[in-house]
């Protein structure tokens, strides 16, 4: 059986875990803790990074989206990512606007108020984060046009690529109010029993 080498709180393995559970794809975790990483890392990914899945021959893939890219490719029940190379390209770029757009700038706002007293802040960076937060839901709302579905009219790995971001951004007093769509997707893919799956995830390695 493959392996997953993940952290629990990573919002790139969690993308992992609910893309194998979504299409019902076995694997063994290895859930890692920050600090104590494992000693056999090094050797699966010279970056130190995880997730990284380790194939049923022990060849290891690292990255969250070459993982997705490697399953799509290697297994062929439930595949998520569209043939028609348009629509391929675009659950892309719903998975970058997902990341660079939305999740990256609420990390980095994380890092600049944790442990700070808002007057502490660097308040121009900080609106400048938020604004591209609020942007990058703008666009999201702007692609599902209406739809469930972020392309086409079934659930892809788009949908999937924005689902932690989606789910977290009224912590930061970002109103899905105004996303109606969003809001929606969001109460929708919280609801899958792969994402429930993904957030506890109770497999072990053994």
């Given at each position: ?14 993308k992992v ?7 019902g ?15 056999e890392?090094p ?18 893939v690292?990255?969250?989206v ?18 028609e ?10 998975d ?7 999740l ?5 706002v ?8 808002p007057?502490?802040?660097?308040l121009?960076?900080w609106?400048a984060?938020m ?5 990058a ?9 209406g ?12 949908d ?14 970002l ?7 969003l ?23 053994g």
């Open positions: 059986m493959p392996t997953l080498y993940h952290f629990q709180d990573c919002p790139y393995c969690f875990r609910l893309y194998a559970h979504e299409r794809i076995e694997f063994a975790s290895a859930t890692c803790q920050r600090g104590a990483l494992p000693p890392l050797s699966l990914n010279p970056l130190m990074r995880l997730p990284v899945w380790v194939n049923d021959e022990g060849k290891p690292f990255g969250s070459a993982i997705v890219d490697y399953l799509e490719a290697t297994v062929e029940a439930g595949r998520l990512l569209p043939s190379p348009l629509a391929r390209a675009r659950c892309w770029m719903a970058e606007i997902a990341d660079v757009g939305l990256q700038p609420l990390l980095e994380d890092r600049l108020t944790r442990g700070k007293e007057g502490e802040w660097d121009k960076r609106k984060l604004a591209r937060a609020r942007q839901l703008d666009v999201l709302e702007a692609l599902l046009g739809r469930d579905w972020l392309i086409g009219g079934a659930l892809s790995y788009a999937l690529a924005v689902a932690l971001p989606i789910s977290v951004v009224e912590r930061y007093g109103d899905l109010a105004g996303h109606p769509g809001k929606s997707l969001s109460e929708r893919l919280e609801r899958r029993s792969s994402t429930l799956a993904a957030r506890k995830e109770p497999q072990s390695a």
